[in-house]
């Protein structure tokens, strides 16, 4: 059938009129034509600039809920100054450069915790188990180390500059060379038993009595 006659067959509908031009099919179905690819073609760039903008602000929106929540970087580069984190469990959380001024963590478990650079002045770790953190590089003014477990710690030379050692167990930390004798010689500094692991202070950091 020629394509002339299909057309004489479809419904006189708005907009589409029936033309024996040599191509079939009308000026103003043309016409239609073009306009719903255009339209077609403003939709598409308006759904791509909305998703750029959508991917933009994600990248925008802060990583400190989510990284609390216990992804990725923990609590790294944060202030939680003043605030409560006694009686809980962050093992094996960054706490890097966090600034945690008078901040609790008294009988927490901080296992395996990075505490690097953080600044940690009149900070509470009475009672806590820092087994094996990281606590290097730290300000560590008027900190209370007083019944915690450090077995394992790493230290610098801030833990000079700490309230108290009394009770904690140092077992195994390591501690600059130069730091330790200037520890054991500072009065009623570093002394007591630790009430967990019943390991005396000073034989802990080997001191020479």
Known sequence: ?????????????????????????????????????AKSKDRTHHDFVASVALSTTLLLV????????????????????GQDFSNSSYKGKDFSQVIAKGTSFVKSNLQGCRFFKAYLV?????????????????????????????????????LLDAKTLENADFTDAQLPPKLLPRICEKEDFAFGTNPVTGVDTRESLTCLD
């Open 1 to 37: 059938m020629k394509v002339t006659a299909m057309l004489s067959m479809l419904p006189m509908t708005a907009g589409f009129t029936v033309n024996t031009n040599p191509w079939g099919y009308s000026t103003s179905a043309s016409s239609s034509l073009l306009e719903v690819h």
């Open 62 to 81: 802060p990583l400190t809920a989510s990284a609390v929540s216990g992804g990725g970087l923990d609590y790294a580069n944060i202030d939680i100054s």
């Open 122 to 158: 009149n900070t509470d770790f009475s009672g806590a188990d820092l087994r094996g953190a990281s606590l290097e590089d730290t300000s560590m003014d008027n900190a209370s180390l007083k019944d915690a477990n450090v077995a394992g710690a790493y230290f610098s030379a801030s």
